[in-house]
């Protein structure tokens, strides 16, 4: 049983353009909501990350949007820049223990000049 | 200075031949893993280990093995390699429990495993 689904698996958008990615969780128990980026030949890093008291976090050009009613988080990339092409992993968790992470399978995304 | 370092980056090996790949870091981290990613860069979690106690075990066959000689280092051991196997490895740490701060993985950068 999968307990968190992400979606598109790939994203192709125009540089300058937004990039919007969705999760979906089970467990309520979750309280930790981070987003991972990897690049090619390098591991996940953490990008930005959410509990669920707030509804949304921004750190830049990156912005998680939480709607915990919905068991549903989403990553929004403004202004996609090319040096964005990575892929993106959400991942739940309870906070005092990360080694129950749940990640996502994974959107890779593209951003086209 | 790397903060999760695993060797060797790459092992090109034949089916039923053991390997080891090494994982260490500098974090001061209690906990310890190693996750597995495959083809499609699914990531699942192999093992767990928390001040050199395993903590899990996912549903992984018995040839593999970890051994954290002490919190800093986690080691993975597999033998009578499979096709199968062929993935990246990636080895991460935390730091849980009641002095946890934030639940971050910080993953190391990877170890690509080919089995011929």
């Known amino acids: 049983q999968q307990q968190v689904k992400q979606s598109p698996q790939s994203l192709i958008v125009q540089k300058g353009g937004i990039s919007i990615i969705n999760c979906a969780y089970e467990?309520?128990?979750?309280?930790?909501f981070p987003w991972y980026q990897q690049f090619p030949g390098k591991g996940p890093a953490l990008l930005i990350a959410?509990?669920?008291?707030?509804s949304e976090k921004k750190e830049g050009r990156f912005t998680i949007s939480f709607n915990k009613s919905a068991k549903q988080f989403s990553l929004h990339i403004m202004d996609s820049q090319p040096g964005d092409s990575a892929t993106y992993f959400c991942?739940?968790?309870?906070?005092?223990?990360?080694?129950?992470?749940?990640f996502g399978d994974g959107t890779t995304l593209t951003v086209k000049p | 200075d790397t903060a999760v370092s695993q060797t060797p980056k790459y092992l090109v090996t034949q089916m039923g031949n053991d390997k080891s790949i090494k994982c260490e870091q500098n974090?001061?981290?209690?906990?310890m893993y190693w996750y597995k990613q495959d083809s499609k860069k699914f990531l699942k979690i192999m093992f767990s280990?928390?001040?050199?106690?395993?903590?899990i075990n996912e549903t992984v066959p018995n040839r593999f093995s970890p051994k954290s000689p002490d919190k800093a280092h986690l080691n993975l051991h597999i033998n009578s390699l499979e096709l199968g196997d062929s993935a990246v490895y990636f080895c991460?740490?935390?730091?849980?429990?009641?002095?946890?701060?934030?639940?971050?993985?910080?993953f190391g950068e990877g170890s690509r495993l080919t089995v011929l």
């Open positions: 467990n309520t128990a979750f309280d930790y």
């Open positions: 959410i509990r669920p008291d707030v």
């Open positions: 991942a739940a968790s309870i906070k005092t223990n990360a080694g129950k992470s749940t």
């Open positions: 280990y928390n001040n050199k106690e395993l903590i």
């Open positions: 974090l001061g981290h209690d906990t």
């Open positions: 991460a740490s935390s730091q849980d429990g009641a002095s946890g701060i934030t639940g971050e993985l910080f």
